[in-house]
């Protein structure tokens, strides 16, 4: 099954796709996994992202569609795959159409209010990555990571500014995809406040069909 995941930040997108990674035995593909790969690997493609990086320039999508299409040919991709991150703008989603057929867009529905409460909520231990939430996921004492004692950190694109950042960028660049699949009829509206089970049985129930 070849799926994109489609959705503000905070819908949940990587959660919910850690779970139908599993149940449908594809990879979840995050293209910020995918610079981080590369980077690591010191691929050439990840020394061309690295370059672009350190210059301070955003990655072109030429480079971007280059690795999606690279991770496309790996084995674990033979069933399928979920994108996450990928495509963000009209011209990646052609890319992408001239490189694989799509089953599904799913797309995450969240409204402003609760993704502003479920960022700004985060909370991380430096030294560990380990995420709580005030209000979802508390630590036992409050403002303190749980196993090393730290205090907890809020990162700077979770403050309350940088989200709204963030929300207007996703508007201005990723909403027109949620058109144009729309007209090509293979997206599916979900409803993203509930828990992540019951969002991936919803998610389930629509693919089923």
Known sequence: MNLVFLGPPGAGKGTIATIAKEFYDIPHISTGDLFRYN???????????????????????????KMVE???????????FILDG????IFQAEALKEMKELDAVVNF??????????????????STGKIYHIIYNPP???????????????????????????????AT????????YREK?????????KSPEEVFASVKKA???
């Open 39 to 65: 980077i690591k690997n010191d691929t050439v493609l990840g020394k061309e992202v690295k370059a672009i990086l350190a210059s301070g320039d955003l990655v072109p999508d030429s480079v971007t569609i």
């Open 70 to 80: 690279d991770r496309f040919t790996k084995d674990d991709c033979k069933n399928g």
């Open 86 to 89: 990928f495509p963000r703008t």
């Open 109 to 126: 529905i969240l409204d402003r209010e609760e993704i502003i409460k479920r960022l700004s909520g985060r909370r991380m231990c430096k």
């Open 140 to 170: 036992k004492i409050e403002g303190i990571d749980d196993e090393t004692g730290e205090a907890l950190i809020q990162r700077e694109d979770d403050k309350k500014e940088a989200i709204l950042n963030r929300l207007d960028v996703y």
């Open 173 to 180: 660049q990723t909403e027109p995809l949620i058109s144009y």
């Open 185 to 193: 009829g293979i997206i599916v509206d979900i409803d993203a406040s």
């Open 207 to 209: 693919l089923a069909k």
